[in-house]
T-cell receptor, first 112, second 108 residues
Framework: NAGVTQTPKFQVLKTGQSMTLQCAQDMNHNSMYWYRQDPGMGLRLIYYSASEGTTDKGEVPNGYNVSRLNKREFSLRLESAAPSQTSVYFC???????????FGPGTRLTVT | RKEVEQDPGPFNVPEGATVAFNCTYSNSASQSFFWYRQDCRKEPKLLMSVYSSGNEDGRFTAQLNRASQYISLLIRDSKLSDSATYLCVVTRYSTLTFGKGTMLLVSP
């Protein structure tokens, strides 16, 4: 996965529980992203961080928070999980105008 | 109008066939364009960039038409291993917007 790691790979939560999805990259790129992918909906941007210390909302930010801890790490937190957040979550390390674009292997989250 | 639109398919083609996908985008200020490939239950992977002058990589050719706001991907001599979903991606500043993808199934 060209240096983008995500943990955990799988997770089952009960409604109302919280958790943090971890993402780390070792390519020294500035931009990092969190997407969710649902059947029939494609990839939708949750949050992104164009550089260390900055974060911005994407298309579907409600129910999520993010932290760009340093250049290497970008975490996604669900404070109170809901069944609608059942999805596959991908972290990406992307240079938007360039050719260095890599996704992590994904976290498959089920909220019951 | 959705920002990036693709025909979901599936496109069913025999090995050796030539197949083409189109993708339209709504924001004329979009800056860069890419095609990704995604295998079932795997992460998306960058396939190639798209330029107005055209971009060829082996059996794959991508083309951008800014005036009509669409991009295309042509696959020649299809292989079984080309079976996947192909995602069109449009960027503007730091954001990338993905189409929902076109599924390709190549059969023997």
């Amino acid at each position: 996965n060209a240096g983008v790691t995500q943990t955990p790979k799988f997770q089952v939560l009960k409604t109302g529980q919280s958790m943090t999805l971890q993402c780390a990259q070792d390519m020294n790129h500035n931009s990092m992203y969190w997407y969710r992918q649902d059947p029939g909906m494609g990839l939708r941007l949750i949050y992104y961080s164009a550089s260390e210390g900055t974060t911005d909302k994407g298309e579907v930010p409600n129910g999520y928070n993010v932290s760009r801890l340093n250049k290497r790490e970008f975490s996604l937190r669900l404070e109170s999980a809901a069944p609608s957040q059942t999805s596959v979550y991908f972290c990406a390390n992307i240079e938007p105008q360039g050719y260095e674009q890599y996704f992590g292997p994904g976290t498959r989250l089920t909220v019951t | 109008r959705k920002e990036v639109e693709q025909d979901p398919g599936p496109f069913n083609v025999p090995e050796g066939a030539t197949v083409a996908f189109n993708c339209t985008y709504s924001n004329s200020a979009s800056q860069s364009f890419f095609w990704y490939r995604q295998d079932c239950r795997k992460e998306p992977k960058l396939l190639m960039s798209v330029y107005s002058s055209g971009n060829e990589d082996g059996r794959f050719t991508a083309q951008l038409n800014r005036a009509s706001q669409y991009i295309s991907l042509l696959i020649r001599d299809s292989k079984l291993s080309d079976s996947a979903t192909y995602l069109c991606v449009v960027t503007r500043y730091s954001t990338l917007t993905f189409g929902k993808g076109t599924m390709l199934l190549v059969s023997p």
